[in-house]
């Protein structure tokens, strides 16, 4: 019986799900005063792959590319770091996925739901690098004591176009990490991770979605 393996840190670099170009332009609106109300964006977190975990997520814009992103969320798997990001695609959906995009084995890997909510943006760190390189760098995301996130961080993102399309509601948060055999520990009783070979599905499965409207 092979022993069920922890993460417990390391970067693993994510190619697949490296920035592509988003190739919005910037429209030249007319300039108009916005604000604080109109810029903030904000949506409930709902389970994914019946992790029984649920919660909110909301970005305050302090600037045209700027702003403090919150994340709470309860019932994740405790005490195992789960990664958090903003999804955002200029072809997908713009929303978070469902059972439908599962497949026939009802397990929505990542990849699964990337028609519904887009390649990684925004990699929700507690601390460093907040881009894509840091899809899964498991040492710097929260661990989730009790099964509860409790996240605050002032975001500036990749470019404005990104700004922009969170702000218009088309970013959609992520919390990855789903414990399916409860056994405390991410292991490969389901499998290896769509993302990377090395890791188990259990530490890389989505387990919370919310779009940001
Ligand atoms: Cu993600």
């Known amino acids: 019986m092979r022993k069920p393996r ?33 810029s903030d ?36 798997a405790p005490n195992l770091p789960h990664a958090q990001h903003i999804h955002f695609g200029r072809t997908a959906r713009n929303e978070c996925p469902t059972a439908f995009d599962a ?13 519904a909510y887009g390649p990684v943006r925004t990699s929700l760190t507690t601390s460093g690098d907040t881009s894509p390189d840091s899809v899964l760098a498991v040492d710097r995301y929260p661990v989730a004591p009790e099964g509860r996130v409790r996240y605050e961080r002032k975001i500036t993102f990749s470019s404005k176009a990104l700004a922009t ?9 992520v919390i990855h990490g789903v414990d399916y055999n409860g056994n405390g520990a991410y292991d490969f009783s389901s499998g290896k991770s769509d993302l990377d070979k090395s890791l188990p599905a259990e530490a890389t499965d989505p387990a919370v979605c919310g779009v940001l409207r």
């Open 6 to 38: 922890m993460i417990t840190g390391g970067v693993a670099a994510l190619s697949a799900v490296a920035a592509l170009g988003l190739g919005v332009a910037a429209q030249g609106a007319p300039q108009a005063p916005e604000s604080r109300a109109d």
């Open 41 to 76: 964006v904000s949506g409930r977190l709902l389970p994914l792959n019946s992790s029984g975990a649920s919660g909110k997520a909301s970005v305050s814009f302090t600037s045209r590319r700027a702003g403090v992103v919150h994340v709470k969320a309860d019932g994740l």
């Open 103 to 115: 497949g026939h084995d009802h397990q929505l890997t990542t990849t699964d739901g990337a028609d």
């Open 165 to 173: 399309a969170i702000r218009n509601g088309k970013g959609v948060v």
